[in-house]
Structure formats: C-alpha cells, structure tokens
C-alpha cells in the first residue's frame, strides 16, 4: 500500500519573481485555495494521508497552513461564520503533515533523497511537485498507484509536449505499454536538444517511486544543471528494466510559469458556480473590447 507522499517544495521559483522574493510559489492561490493545499488534497484523495514537505528556510508558512489558528478561529465561531470555520479547522485535520528542510536547492532529486529518513528503503511514495497542478477532481494519481501496485515498477506521468517546449522537461523513450495509455520507459533525458530528444513525451511532476530510489540518489553524480536529477535516477532505473509511464488524460498546469499559473486561475474560476458566469461574462466583454468598465 501506498500512503506517503513527498512534496518538493524548497525552490526558489526564479520563474515567479518579484513575488517569490517573500512568498513561496506554492502558495499563490488557485483563485482562493494555496497550490499546495490543492495538492494535497489529491494526496489524500488517492490515499496518501502522510505528506512530507520538502521545504527550506523561509517557507515555514507553507507549515502554518495546515496547522491550528486558535485566535481566527475563535473570532469566527464568535461571529457565527461556521462555513468559515469549518474551511479553516478542515486543513488541520486533512493530512498528517510532516516537513523536513533542503538546506541547498541542489536539485529536485536532492529534495527527495531527503525523505529517505521519513520514508524508507522498503515503502513506495509518491512524489508531487508543488508548482504542478492537475485538474482539482481528477483521479490520475490513483490510477498512478494503482499501476506501481500492479507492476511494482517506477509509475511517471507523461505528457506530448510541442517540439519547442522538450527542451524545459526530462523526455522519454519509450514503447507501448500492457494497457491502454502505458508505456514502456527504457531511458529518459533532462531537458535534451529538440533535435536529440527521443520523444515528444515530457515527464511531468507525478511519480510513483520504490523506496530503492533513495541508494540510487545517494550514489548520483550532479547532472544537467550541476544539479541532482530526479530524471537521471530514473533514468539508471530504466536501465535495468524498463520502468512505467501513464499518458496524463486530465487537465495540467504549471502554475510554477506566470502564463500556466494565470491559465490554472481562470480554467478554475470558470467552473466554479459562485464566480463563472459572471467571469465568463466578463472575459466575453473584455475580449469582445465593448465594456470600458472590463478594462480593456
Ligand atoms: P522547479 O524546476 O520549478 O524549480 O522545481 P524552482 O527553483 O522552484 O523554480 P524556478 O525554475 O527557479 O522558477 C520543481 C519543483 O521542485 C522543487 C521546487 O520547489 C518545485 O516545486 N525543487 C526544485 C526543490 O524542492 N528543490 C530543488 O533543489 C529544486
């Protein structure tokens, strides 16, 4: 049984300044709900109710989001806003959060090795980038646990990405698969040339991962970047046998990039019944250029 997660969550989000100077990137709101809660609330969907951040110095507020606030919560049970207190009391209870610190961005796959302690070598775990985020409903990370438990084989999301954009993910190689949107991974790249990229499937921030990882991160030279590489222990994985990539099916963003993160708000707004309609109406106006007061 799967029921860890890790959640990298100690860059520095250079990509998302001046904001990410003070506040970490994950927790910019999907319209009012932090990234990072957004993300584990899918852990807990698929059954991982043990979350362990990966954080570093100046993030501690990502900690605080999921713990008690006494003084807010008594002003609101004062104030007969239960709606709201149950929303605030919720977080505290939604997960076992735990947190351990990167003292060094020195890549993603530094950041997971640094739950070997909380995991262990024999344990499975999830692992999910905090910046990356897949449509609120979906189901695609248990279908992801479900795959490791089947094949108990390394389980990445793979996602077709257009030829200019192969060069920003790890790529690859693959063969079809037992089932029906699975495929057969025998090596992976970081961040490769267009024209040396094996395939247009990029590996997005969803794994499923055998505690053995943690001896092969350990054992790791820095790779692309000077950084250690997720990619490149999956990549020494592939090698001996090939490890299992699952076509994502559902709605992604990154909301790590300005332009996802604005996408990721107004693809969630739009289906919420308090917000849509009049946002959509809204968008209509401002795109149609007739309203002064859209702004356009
Ligand atoms: P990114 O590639 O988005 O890195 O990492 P970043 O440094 O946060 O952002 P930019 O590129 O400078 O804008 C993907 C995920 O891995 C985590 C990040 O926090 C992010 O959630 N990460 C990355 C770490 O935890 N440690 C690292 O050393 C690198």
Redo the contacts with the bound molecule.
């Keep these: 049984m799967v029921r860890k997660a890790v959640l990298?969550?100690?860059?520095?989000?250079?990509?998302?300044l001046p904001v990410t100077k003070s506040v970490p990137?994950?927790l910019l709101p999907g319209v009012d709900t932090p990234a990072l809660q957004l993300i584990v609330e899918e852990c807990v969907r698929s059954g991982l109710d043990d979350v362990l951040f990966?954080s570093a110095m100046g993030k501690s507020s990502m900690e605080d989001h999921f713990d008690r606030r006494l003084d807010l919560e008594r002003e609101l049970e004062a104030k007969g806003k239960d709606d709201q207190l149950e929303l605030v009391r919720r977080l505290a209870e939604l997960a076992h959060v735990h947190s351990v610190r990167?003292g060094e961005?020195?890549?993603?796959g530094?950041?997971v090795l640094q739950a070997a302690g909380h995991v262990g070598p024999d344990d499975s775990f999830a692992v999910l980038?905090?910046?990356d985020l897949l449509d609120p409903e979906s189901d695609f990370l248990e279908r992801m646990v479900a795959v490791h438990e089947r094949t108990s084989r390394p389980v990445v999301a793979l996602m077709e990405v257009p030829e200019e954009q192969v060069g920003l993910y790890g790529i690859a190689t693959v063969q079809p698969g037992e089932r029906e949107g699975e495929h057969l991974i025998s090596g992976l790249v970081e961040k490769p040339d267009a024209a040396d990229a094996p395939s247009n499937l990029a590996v997005i921030?969803r794994y499923v991962l055998p505690g053995s990882i943690f001896g092969v991160l350990e054992d790791l030279p820095p790779g692309r970047g000077g950084?250690i590489q997720l990619t490149d222990a999956l990549e020494v994985m592939a090698a001996e046998e090939p490890i299992v990539g699952l076509t994502l099916d559902v709605p992604r963003f990154d909301a790590?990039d300005k332009l996802g993160y604005l996408q990721a708000n107004v693809a969630f707004a739009l289906r919420r019944p308090d917000l849509g309609p009049q946002l959509r109406a809204w968008l209509e106006d401002l795109l149609a250029g007739d309203d002064p007061r859209a702004g356009a």
């Design positions: 990298p969550v100690a860059g520095l989000g250079t990509r998302f990137k994950e990966v990167q961005a020195l890549g993603l530094h950041a980038l905090g910046d921030g950084e790590g």
